[in-house]
């Protein structure tokens, strides 16, 4: 894959690298801001170790969170948020373009979040920002 989406995007293979994690999100920001777009990270409560199925499913979220913004939120501020919670860890995406969600695609790297999500008992929302742009949010419970 030659694009900046497909980077973003890119899945590791044999003798590549292990799995990504939370501690990865950076490394993601960094190619994402490299292809144009304003990409902010917060990170709320204190971060823990979490269960390593956990923290691949929330990356994968905010990884289709930021190809999505490319690929359809125009020049637009992404943020990042990651949210540690004595309960689990909430992810979130967030952009202020001017996307409608009506883009080429078929909504199936969403759909696949979802399921993904529904695997461990959390929940998952994407869609409109009232307040403008798109919003990819998704909680994951761990035991504490």
């Given amino acids: 894959m030659g694009t900046l989406v497909g980077l973003?995007?890119?899945e590791p293979g044999?003798?590549?690298?292990p799995q990504p994690t939370?501690?990865?999100?950076e490394r993601l920001v960094a190619t994402t801001r490299s292809?144009?777009?304003?990409v902010h990270?917060?990170?709320e409560g204190k971060e823990r170790d979490l269960p390593a199925s956990v923290e691949l499913n929330a990356y994968r979220v905010v990884q289709e969170g930021l190809t999505n913004a490319l690929k359809h939120a125009g020049r637009a501020d992404v943020r990042v948020v990651l949210r540690y919670r004595a309960d689990g860890i909430e992810v979130e995406v967030s952009d202020d373009g001017a996307?409608?969600?009506q883009g080429p695609g078929g909504r199936r790297g969403l759909i696949g979040l979802g399921e993904r999500v529904a695997v461990f008992g959390?929940?998952?929302e994407a869609g409109r920002d009232p307040r403008?742009?798109?919003k990819v949010r998704a909680s994951f419970p761990t035991e504490s």
Avoid at 35 to 38: D, E, H, V
């Fill in 14 to 17: 044999p003798g590549r690298d």
């Fill in 8 to 10: 973003i995007r890119d």
């Fill in 41 to 43: 990270v917060q990170t």
């Fill in 122 to 124: 959390g929940r998952f």
């Fill in 22 to 25: 939370l501690g990865d999100i």
């Fill in 35 to 38: 292809a144009g777009l304003a």
């Fill in 99 to 101: 996307g409608t969600g």
């Fill in 132 to 134: 403008g742009g798109w």
